[in-house]
């Protein structure tokens, strides 16, 4: 018999935010700590691994302790202790499964290792109470573009996934070569309010006999040409206007196939999740077009979109109740694929 009661002490190192949080049972977020390293690695447009595991290890010590003392517990309050161990940077990733597998055999506590992707797709339990799977989820960040069949709490099926750049990517890029720097996402979301979205013509792919998979090397490429070209001509570009095309070039093809794959499927519920998650004009089309589908839809608040502990904790908290446990053997898997246990 399960305590009726699961609080779960989770860390989330694999990229660049140094993170952690209390959950309690799945869906409470008692505390959410996140140190962000951007400032750090926008001197060089974009992730240093090598720097990324330096201030892992600098951070995670004082933003464990701020965790818990936020949500007032100690380590001998916290049940079971969850940890991000793939996909990701593998020396980022082993700073947070290292501390972690200290804590549990110190404190003799129960160890959960936790894919991020699930993480992400988790982050929708915490502020719609009501949701549960089976759902469809498309997960948009930096790395992964992947739709998502949620069949049940830790059964997971990827449907579609991306065949070159992920959506983050394709955003970092574009708004690099826009000259708005790193994280390009949220600077291309509101650079695009002040522009046309029909202004210019950008590419939808559709990957012939996979209607489920995406592709936006293409797009990118488009949108480099077009200020190549610009340049070449002496144009001026009118830059709110290519953020703004570029834009719905991505929201149409995301919520063309999110929503042709729910239906298809036969499901009713669709959510979104991962750092592109936060994108204001994604989240209105997807709105809209579910509202005339029939199909209801989720979406995080934009801090638990980007990487956080919190969203690890819910995971965690799913797998922890499924009697999943990991032995001090748990490694970093910097590759790890979805729902592979
Ligand atoms: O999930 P996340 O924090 O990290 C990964 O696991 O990759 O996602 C980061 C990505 C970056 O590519 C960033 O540009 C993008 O999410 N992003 C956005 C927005 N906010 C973050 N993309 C579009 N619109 C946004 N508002
Ligand atoms: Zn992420």
């Known amino acids: 018999m399960e305590k009726e009661e699961v609080k779960i002490l989770a860390i989330e190192t694999s990229c660049d935010e140094t993170a952690a949080a209390v959950v309690r049972n799945g869906r409470e977020v008692l505390s959410n700590v996140i140190s962000s390293q951007i400032e750090l690695h926008k001197?060089?447009?974009?992730?240093?691994?090598?720097?990324?595991?330096?201030?892992?290890?600098?951070?995670?010590n004082q933003v464990v302790e701020e965790a818990l003392e936020e949500s007032q517990m100690t380590l001998d309050d916290i049940d079971a202790i969850a940890v991000t161990y793939g996909p990701g940077l593998v020396g980022a990733l082993l700073v947070g499964v290292a501390f972690a597998k200290s804590l549990a055999f110190?404190?003799?506590?129960?160890?959960?290792g936790v894919h991020h992707i699930e993480g992400h797709i988790s982050a929708n339990y915490i502020e719609n109470l009501e949701l549960e799977p089976p759902f469809m989820c498309l997960v948009v960040s930096g790395g992964h573009s992947h739709l998502?069949?949620?069949?049940?709490?830790?059964?997971?099926?990827?449907?579609?996934?991306?065949?070159?750049?992920?959506?983050?990517?394709?955003?970092?890029?574009?708004a690099r070569a826009?000259?708005?720097?790193?994280?390009?996402?949220?600077?291309?979301d509101k650079l695009a309010k002040e522009g046309n979205k029909d202004a210019i013509k950008f590419p939808r792919a559709v990957i012939e006999g996979a209607p489920n998979d995406f592709s936006f090397s293409g797009l990118k490429s488009a949108v480099l040409n077009y200020l190549n070209q610009c340049e070449m001509k002496q144009v001026e570009v009118n830059r709110a206007d290519v953020a703004a095309s570029f834009q719905q070039a991505v929201v149409d093809v995301l919520v063309g196939h999110a929503v042709l794959a729910t239906k298809q499927l036969g499901l009713t519920k669709l959510a979104l999740a991962g750092g592109v998650a936060s994108n204001?004009?994604?989240?209105?089309?997807?709105?809209?077009?579910?509202?005339?589908?029939?199909?209801?839809?989720?979406?995080?608040?934009?801090?638990?979109?980007?990487?956080n502990?919190?969203?690890?904790?819910?995971?965690?908290?799913?797998?922890?109740?499924?009697?999943?446990?990991?032995?001090?053997?748990?490694?970093?898997?910097p590759n790890l694929k979805i729902g592979e246990r």
Do not use: W
């Open 178 to 188: 826009l000259g708005l720097g790193y994280p390009g996402g949220p600077k291309i």
């Open 106 to 112: 110190a404190k003799k506590k129960p160890l959960v």
């Open 309 to 333: 502990a919190a969203m690890i904790g819910v995971a965690g908290y799913y797998e922890y109740i499924r009697g999943i446990r990991d032995g001090f053997d748990l490694n970093a898997v």
């Open 148 to 174: 998502v069949h949620v069949k049940e709490y830790g059964k997971y099926e990827i449907i579609g996934r991306t065949r070159d750049d992920a959506a983050g990517e394709a955003f970092d890029k574009v």
């Open 43 to 60: 001197l060089y447009g974009g992730v240093v691994p090598e720097i990324a595991s330096r201030k892992h290890i600098e951070k995670i």
């Open 280 to 307: 204001s004009s994604l989240r209105e089309a997807m709105r809209t077009e579910c509202l005339r589908q029939g199909i209801q839809f989720y979406h995080p608040s934009p801090i638990f979109c980007t990487d």
